[in-house]
């Protein structure tokens, strides 16, 4: 299994960004996917959820603000990030759970200028 993410980068409070993790060696349509995010000095923590069926679900910080969603065709995950905040910096992270192993991807940093 390989997640590959990609799409952070810098920009300003306000702004937004868009993540993708094009996964490999799953059968994508099947599994639900995550995004983490770790900020400097912080512990791991979930950010939001899509199932196989497309439900979502959300850390609250980040409601109305995100959005998950995923295309099975290209087994691709994403996150649509608008009206990022200084807070949200972190890298962040794709993963789901194979035959009850969990896989990461490599990460991905955002940074919110103030």
């Known amino acids: 299994v390989q997640l590959q993410a990609s799409g952070g980068g810098l920009v300003q409070a306000g702004g937004s960004l868009r993540l993708s993790c094009k996964a490999s060696?799953?059968?994508?349509?099947?599994?639900?996917m995550d995004w983490y995010r770790q900020a400097p000095g912080k512990q791991r923590e979930l950010v939001a959820t899509?199932?196989?069926?497309?439900?979502?679900n959300y850390t609250d910080s980040v409601k109305g603000r995100f959005a998950i969603s995923r295309d099975n065709v290209i087994r691709t995950l994403y996150l649509q990030m608008n009206s990022l905040r200084s807070e949200d910096t972190a890298v962040y992270y794709c993963?789901?759970?194979?035959?009850?192993?969990?896989?990461w991807g490599q990460g991905t940093q955002v940074t919110v200028s103030s």
């Open positions: 899509i199932s196989s069926a497309g439900n979502t």
């Open positions: 060696g799953i059968n994508f349509k099947i599994y639900g």
């Open positions: 993963s789901t759970k194979h035959r009850g192993i969990t896989y």
